[in-house]
């Protein structure tokens, strides 16, 4: 299964950015689906995760209030909108789909198939 992550960019702290993951195969439907950010010399960080279904969400500290994760099953994409960006959330943005759980986990061990990432850069 391939994941193809869009939507990054350059934009001003107190804007907004919507990232897209769109996954080769639909069996990645009926399990969860995250994603994960990496700044310069930081380990990689979890930012928000939803289930199979979308109902059930779970988010890092730092994005709370701020960030929204969505899914489509028909279209095999889930997306990450951000908002009120801050300066902090600057990082290379990588997407997940678990291939064995169905709820959000933040654990990045649950995903097996991983996006190359997508640049978020925030300006002050």
């Known amino acids: 299964v391939q994941m193809v992550e869009s939507g990054g960019g350059l934009v001003q702290a107190g804007g907004s950015l919507r990232l897209t993951c769109a996954a080769s195969?639909?069996?990645?439907?009926?399990?969860?689906a995250a994603w994960f950010r990496q700044a310069p010399g930081k380990e990689r960080e979890f930012v928000a995760a939803i289930s199979w279904s979308g109902v059930d969400t779970k988010y890092g500290d730092s994005v709370k209030g701020r960030f929204t994760i969505s899914r489509d099953n028909a279209e095999r994409t889930h997306d990450l909108q951000m908002n009120n960006l801050k300066p902090e959330d600057a990082a290379v943005y990588y997407c997940?789909?678990?291939?064995?759980?169905?709820?959000?986990?933040?654990?990045?061990?649950?995903?097996?198939?991983w996006g190359k990432g997508s640049q978020v850069t925030v300006s002050s």
């Open positions: 997940a789909a678990s291939s064995r759980v169905s709820y959000a986990r933040a654990n990045l061990r649950e995903y097996g198939y």
């Open positions: 195969e639909g069996t990645v439907s009926t399990y969860a």
